[in-house]
């Protein structure tokens, strides 16, 4: 165990690692506390660098500013500023402006760290190998290791720090070009190998970053991955020529390599700490690597200052950027994935995909977008098909023979409300708010076969006529009291998860009393010990479920639903078939994915010839099992086409759910890749879930081109006349958002305490 005396303020520091991140930290807490003798090791020479240029928000600015004035000073003076992002689509040049970027060369940086750890007495040691970070432990009170993303430290304590890393699919190179871009400038290039990407900005005013990306695969076509740097830069310059003006590119020790993301499940071991690309990687295409390293150094020299003692210190510098840091590394991911999948969205037209590009990591919405550039939102906004004045998520849908009047659906939630199937008045309550709240579409929880298909004894069904009459009775108050709201019914079997407690009794466990015997397509429990395990279904059986599926379509039909959606997800039955881990048949039903297809389709088709052919029939998937062996993304790509050519009219595209292991990377909006890849794949209409919660991701998903339409529920329990507010929020009062007559007295905001008195033109001493 390191050593170190936990019961004092750090005087001996050794720092292990000179980029900005290291040398930051120690200049902070040097400054802070003059007395300490800190010492910081640097295997490479004083001017020594890779890449080139380092752009820093103005957060990070600010808080440079508060901590150091004398680094901001100096700073300040280097800084190129530059406002506006150039996008290239097939020789077209997009601007949008307003974004406000700050960059200088890496090399300045350092030398200015380096001046001010020189002013303030920082032991620097160029050229020189840290001792071993377990022996610096044993003489120091703490050991910043900010050694970067190949740090030795991390590895030296693997079995404690338990990192992860990950290694992506695009190959990228670091070079410059001796002029300043006058703007950020994306530019692609379609060659016969592959898509290539350019990154590229100034960070002087005679100089820029300019970093080349591609697919592993198009690298090693075009022959890159035999060429030198000085050869890969000279081939870079000729593919990006027009880009370049014919300038050249050069190199500084650039080599071509693949994007690490690394997580760490700690970050500190006794009196030793992970600071920077140590701790954890973001992608440079949100430009976060020095400005998280500059942050990681700031917490960690105002929880030293803050805290009792060292673990207090280290325990609150890692509490307080771990939130920060995860929620860089999604919007890092989201961007990264974008590019390496960029080819996907070369055919959109081109100022969606600007806008795509733009919104890629989640970050910079439509809302903010509009704010730094409206003239640019407002061109995009024409092109999606907007009328003045017209939000993109109060524009009209047509599916099959439906209209819907926006873009917003009430997605399904299980209420566990009925009994004996039946719905009740708290299910005409519950959805009729929702449809008297201005959503486009209002689907049904799921609406079980039958009793066995049943997930608890709450749950609702369409197998008897008692059922039928209930639901019509919730369907004509729809249609009567909501007009231009559709409503649709989502059916499905529980299968192998049925036959268990109400939500708030424990989901997922075995009722105490009165269970029933569950099946699916293989005998295997969802918690194994715990869950019933299934009957596997035989033939007979098979037919006997796809006519209650039928048979529940035509009640639906006859109650007047809009839509009827086939539930495929979730690891309930039909979903069982579609997933490797669920299903272990050996017959006709199992094995590949064309075969685990087999009965879903059959039950999709038969449910199409029940269901009345001008209205849309949609299929829910779990487009990912969130677990090792199980459905893919490029599986649900297939799925999705299969259920497409069948006759689907969307894909209502969810996720997980499927088995107890599974590991979810949730997020904001963090199912909506698994939508976008569909609808991009296949031009097939999608409907996108999974914490989507503002209206302006819903816009900002409609205008990228990542959905067609936006289910959304958590916030639909919260505010039932969610689409409404958003209308009234956007100021909008057309048809896709129309009150209902006895609440349009509501339709505005109400007014708050006032915010207008004058402030004092005096201030006496």
């Given at each position: 165990m390191p050593a170190g005396d936990a019961t004092r303020a750090p005087l001996r520091i050794a720092v292990i690692g000179g980029g900005p991140g290291g040398l930051y930290a120690a200049a902070l807490l040097k400054r802070l506390d003059p007395a300490r003798e800190i010492t910081l090791w640097e295997r490479n020479a004083p001017d020594d660098t890779f890449g080139f240029g380092v752009v820093l928000s103005d957060e990070t600015l600010g808080g440079i500013e508060h901590a150091d004035p004398a680094v901001y000073r100096a700073l300040r003076a280097e800084f190129v500023r530059w406002d506006d992002i150039d996008i290239v689509h097939r020789g077209r040049t997009l601007t949008s402006g307003g974004h406000g970027f700050a960059a200088l060369g890496r090399r300045r940086l350092l030398e200015i760290l380096h001046e001010r750890c020189h002013e303030l007495g920082v032991d620097l040691r160029f050229r020189a190998e840290a001792p071993p970070a377990a022996e610096l432990a044993a003489a120091h009170d703490l050991v910043i290791a900010a050694d970067g993303v190949h740090?030795?430290?991390?590895?030296?304590?693997?079995?404690?720090?338990?990192?992860?890393?990950?290694?992506?699919?695009?190959?990228?190179?670091?070079?410059?070009?001796d002029f300043a871009f006058d703007a950020f400038r994306f530019e692609i290039s379609e060659t016969e190998h592959g898509v290539m990407q350019l990154h590229g900005y100034p960070y002087a005013a005679d100089a820029s970053t300019v970093i080349v990306e591609m697919r592993e695969e198009v690298w090693e076509a075009a022959g890159l991955a035999a060429l030198d740097e000085r050869a890969s830069a000279e081939s870079c310059a000729k593919i990006f020529s027009d880009a370049l003006g014919g300038r050249p590119l050069r190199g500084n020790n650039s080599s071509w390599t693949a994007f690490r993301t690394v997580v760490n499940e700690r970050w500190s071991y006794g009196n030793t700490v992970l600071l920077g690309d140590a701790a954890h990687t973001a992608h440079f295409s949100i430009g976060s690597g020095t400005k998280l390293a500059v942050e990681d150094a700031l917490a960690l020299a105002a929880c030293i200052e803050e805290q009792p003692d060292l673990p207090a210190a280290l325990g609150a510098y890692e509490s307080e950027r771990r939130p920060v840091v995860a929620s860089t590394q999604r919007a890092a991911a989201a961007s990264l994935r974008w590019f390496e999948d960029l080819a996907r969205y070369l055919d959109q037209p081109a100022r969606q995909f600007a806008f795509n590009l733009l919104t890629r990591s989640r970050r910079v919405t439509h809302d903010n977008l509009r704010l730094r550039d409206p003239g640019f939102t407002d061109a995009v906004e024409r092109e999606f098909g907007c009328e003045p004045g017209t939000p993109p998520m109060f524009t009209p849908f047509r599916l099959r023979g439906l209209e819907l009047k926006n873009r917003v659906v009430v997605s399904p939630m299980d209420m566990y409300s009925a009994v004996d199937g039946v719905p009740g008045d708290f299910h005409l309550v519950h959805l009729g708010a929702r449809a008297l709240g201005g959503a486009g579409l209002v689907m049904t929880e799921m609406v079980c076969v039958s009793p066995e298909g049943r997930i608890t004894p709450g749950c609702t069904g369409l197998y008897t006529p008692e059922q039928a009459a209930s639901w019509r009775r919730i369907v004509d108050f729809v249609h009567t009291r909501a007009p231009g709201t559709a409503f649709g019914v989502q059916l499905g079997h529980s299968g192998r998860k049925g036959s268990t407690r109400l939500m708030w009794d424990g989901?997922?466990?075995p009722l105490d009393t009165g269970n029933w015997p569950v099946a699916a397509a293989s005998p295997l429990p969802y918690l194994p010990g715990v869950s019933q395990i299934p009957h596997a279904l035989d033939r007979t059986e098979l037919d006997g479920i796809r006519a209650q599926f039928t048979a529940a379509a035509r009640r639906a039909a006859d109650c007047g639903f809009d839509l009827l959606e086939l539930h495929c997800a979730h690891g309930y039955l039909l979903s069982g078939f579609l997933s490797p881990l669920t299903n272990q048949r050996t017959d006709g039903y199992g094995g590949s994915l064309a075969a685990r297809l087999r009965f879903p389709l059959e039950v999709f088709d038969a449910v199409r010839e029940s269901w009345p052919a001008e209205r849309p029939l949609t299929v829910r998937l779990s487009a990912t099992d969130w677990a090792e062996g199980g459905t893919t993304a490029e599986d649900a790509v297939e799925i999705a086409r299969a259920f497409a050519a069948h006759g689907a009219d969307a894909i209502d595209v969810s996720t997980g759910q499927v088995v107890a292991e599974e590991r979810p990377e949730f997020g904001r909006s963090y199912q909506?890749?698994?939508?976008?890849?569909?609808?991009?794949?296949?031009?097939?209409?999608?409907?996108?879930v999974g914490a989507i919660s503002s209206w302006?991701?819903?816009n900002s998903l409609l205008?990228?081109?990542?959905?067609?339409?936006?289910?959304?529920?958590?916030?639909?329990?919260?505010?039932?006349?969610w689409t409404l507010h958003a209308a009234a929020e956007q100021g909008y009062t057309g048809p896709g958002a129309s009150w209902p007559l006895p609440y349009r007295a509501g339709s505005r905001t109400p007014p708050t305490g006032r915010t207008d008195a004058p402030r004092p033109r005096l201030s006496l001493n």
């Amino acid at each position: 165990m390191p050593a170190g005396d936990a019961t004092r303020a750090p005087l001996r520091i050794a720092v292990i690692g000179g980029g900005p991140g290291g040398l930051y930290a120690a200049a902070l807490l040097k400054r802070l506390d003059p007395a300490r003798e800190i010492t910081l090791w640097e295997r490479n020479a004083p001017d020594d660098t890779f890449g080139f240029g380092v752009v820093l928000s103005d957060e990070t600015l600010g808080g440079i500013e508060h901590a150091d004035p004398a680094v901001y000073r100096a700073l300040r003076a280097e800084f190129v500023r530059w406002d506006d992002i150039d996008i290239v689509h097939r020789g077209r040049t997009l601007t949008s402006g307003g974004h406000g970027f700050a960059a200088l060369g890496r090399r300045r940086l350092l030398e200015i760290l380096h001046e001010r750890c020189h002013e303030l007495g920082v032991d620097l040691r160029f050229r020189a190998e840290a001792p071993p970070a377990a022996e610096l432990a044993a003489a120091h009170d703490l050991v910043i290791a900010a050694d970067g993303v190949h740090s030795l430290t991390r590895e030296a304590h693997a079995a404690h720090f338990a990192p992860r890393i990950t290694q992506h699919r695009c190959r990228y190179i670091w070079l410059a070009a001796d002029f300043a871009f006058d703007a950020f400038r994306f530019e692609i290039s379609e060659t016969e190998h592959g898509v290539m990407q350019l990154h590229g900005y100034p960070y002087a005013a005679d100089a820029s970053t300019v970093i080349v990306e591609m697919r592993e695969e198009v690298w090693e076509a075009a022959g890159l991955a035999a060429l030198d740097e000085r050869a890969s830069a000279e081939s870079c310059a000729k593919i990006f020529s027009d880009a370049l003006g014919g300038r050249p590119l050069r190199g500084n020790n650039s080599s071509w390599t693949a994007f690490r993301t690394v997580v760490n499940e700690r970050w500190s071991y006794g009196n030793t700490v992970l600071l920077g690309d140590a701790a954890h990687t973001a992608h440079f295409s949100i430009g976060s690597g020095t400005k998280l390293a500059v942050e990681d150094a700031l917490a960690l020299a105002a929880c030293i200052e803050e805290q009792p003692d060292l673990p207090a210190a280290l325990g609150a510098y890692e509490s307080e950027r771990r939130p920060v840091v995860a929620s860089t590394q999604r919007a890092a991911a989201a961007s990264l994935r974008w590019f390496e999948d960029l080819a996907r969205y070369l055919d959109q037209p081109a100022r969606q995909f600007a806008f795509n590009l733009l919104t890629r990591s989640r970050r910079v919405t439509h809302d903010n977008l509009r704010l730094r550039d409206p003239g640019f939102t407002d061109a995009v906004e024409r092109e999606f098909g907007c009328e003045p004045g017209t939000p993109p998520m109060f524009t009209p849908f047509r599916l099959r023979g439906l209209e819907l009047k926006n873009r917003v659906v009430v997605s399904p939630m299980d209420m566990y409300s009925a009994v004996d199937g039946v719905p009740g008045d708290f299910h005409l309550v519950h959805l009729g708010a929702r449809a008297l709240g201005g959503a486009g579409l209002v689907m049904t929880e799921m609406v079980c076969v039958s009793p066995e298909g049943r997930i608890t004894p709450g749950c609702t069904g369409l197998y008897t006529p008692e059922q039928a009459a209930s639901w019509r009775r919730i369907v004509d108050f729809v249609h009567t009291r909501a007009p231009g709201t559709a409503f649709g019914v989502q059916l499905g079997h529980s299968g192998r998860k049925g036959s268990t407690r109400l939500m708030w009794d424990g989901m997922d466990q075995p009722l105490d009393t009165g269970n029933w015997p569950v099946a699916a397509a293989s005998p295997l429990p969802y918690l194994p010990g715990v869950s019933q395990i299934p009957h596997a279904l035989d033939r007979t059986e098979l037919d006997g479920i796809r006519a209650q599926f039928t048979a529940a379509a035509r009640r639906a039909a006859d109650c007047g639903f809009d839509l009827l959606e086939l539930h495929c997800a979730h690891g309930y039955l039909l979903s069982g078939f579609l997933s490797p881990l669920t299903n272990q048949r050996t017959d006709g039903y199992g094995g590949s994915l064309a075969a685990r297809l087999r009965f879903p389709l059959e039950v999709f088709d038969a449910v199409r010839e029940s269901w009345p052919a001008e209205r849309p029939l949609t299929v829910r998937l779990s487009a990912t099992d969130w677990a090792e062996g199980g459905t893919t993304a490029e599986d649900a790509v297939e799925i999705a086409r299969a259920f497409a050519a069948h006759g689907a009219d969307a894909i209502d595209v969810s996720t997980g759910q499927v088995v107890a292991e599974e590991r979810p990377e949730f997020g904001r909006s963090y199912q909506t890749p698994y939508a976008d890849r569909i609808r991009n794949a296949l031009s097939v209409p999608v409907v996108a879930v999974g914490a989507i919660s503002s209206w302006d991701d819903v816009n900002s998903l409609l205008l990228a081109g990542r959905t067609d339409l936006c289910a959304l529920a958590r916030p639909h329990l919260y505010d039932p006349h969610w689409t409404l507010h958003a209308a009234a929020e956007q100021g909008y009062t057309g048809p896709g958002a129309s009150w209902p007559l006895p609440y349009r007295a509501g339709s505005r905001t109400p007014p708050t305490g006032r915010t207008d008195a004058p402030r004092p033109r005096l201030s006496l001493n």
